[in-house]
């Protein structure tokens, strides 16, 4: 199946601080990424659809100054938490979108490993 | 606004049963859905894709089908294992989606023990 990788799979940092994210798909090129955050116990909460080559898009209440998104290429898209705050720790989870044929009547996505945000 | 339930939020069974897990969403309109197993700490493992032209699909003990009229999805485990303990989540694509977004359901704790 096809591969996605997230990097750094852990980070703990300062308040204050910035920290880049980086999500890969490695076996594929996907014109569309998501970013997901997960809190303990809850499910995955959408925050940006990442296109290549062009801006992302935030879902309601998702700061897009605060949570950058840069998808510069068909297999890499990061996501930067500028300044961080301890309310900004969190599982932090991406995915890629396999295109096929038909277009969207196939979307299948496959997920990163995620990584471990903690800010202290 | 899309809702995704999940039902049984936990479930804790013996090895060897066969187990049925439910999604439900609030607009019926989905075009694909997707299964996936996360483990503790771990990033989503996709487990069956149904997409727009089918009803159910199987891999190995696991069955996955979805009825568009009612917006409901069942994952059939048999023979349950330990190995697959996990949390199960459903996701659909909304029909009305140009990007293929998911929306995703809480999840199912499951738990088998040996």
């Known amino acids: 199946g096809a591969v996605v990788s997230q990097h750094p799979s852990r980070v703990i940092c300062k308040s204050g601080t910035s920290v880049k994210i980086e999500c890969r798909s490695l076996?594929?090129?996907?014109?569309?990424m998501f970013w997901y955050r997960q809190f303990p116990k809850q499910s995955l909460m959408l925050m940006a659809t990442?296109?290549?080559?062009?801006?992302?898009?935030?879902e309601q209440g998702v700061e897009k100054d605060k949570f950058l998104i840069n998808h510069a290429s068909l297999t890499l898209s990061t996501l930067t938490v500028t300044s961080a705050h301890p309310e900004d720790s969190s599982f932090y989870i991406c995915?890629?979108?396999?295109?096929?044929?038909?277009?969207?009547?196939?979307?299948?996505?496959?997920f990163g490993p995620g990584t471990r945000l903690t800010v202290l | 606004k899309q809702e995704v339930t999940q039902i049984p939020a936990a479930l804790s069974v013996p090895e060897g049963e066969n187990l049925v897990l439910n999604c439900s969403f609030t607009?019926?309109?989905?075009?694909?859905l997707q299964w996936f197993r996360q483990d503790p700490g771990k990033g989503l493992t996709s487990l069956l894709l149904?997409?727009?032209?089918?009803r159910e699909q199987t891999s190995g003990r696991l069955n996955a089908s979805l009825d568009k009229s009612s917006g409901r999805s069942t994952l059939y485990i048999a023979a349950s294992q330990p190995g697959d303990s996990a949390t199960y989540l459903c996701?659909?694509?909304?029909?009305?989606?140009?990007?293929?977004?998911?929306?995703f359901g809480r999840g199912t704790q499951l738990t088998v023990w040996p």
């Open positions: 995915s890629a979108r396999l295109p096929g044929q038909g277009g969207m009547m196939y979307n299948e996505q496959f």
């Open positions: 996701a659909g694509a909304h029909r009305g989606s140009t990007l293929g977004r998911l929306y």
């Open positions: 990442s296109n290549e080559g062009s801006k992302a898009t935030y």
């Open positions: 149904i997409q727009s032209s089918q």
């Open positions: 076996d594929f090129q996907a014109t569309t």
């Open positions: 607009d019926s309109a989905i075009y694909n």
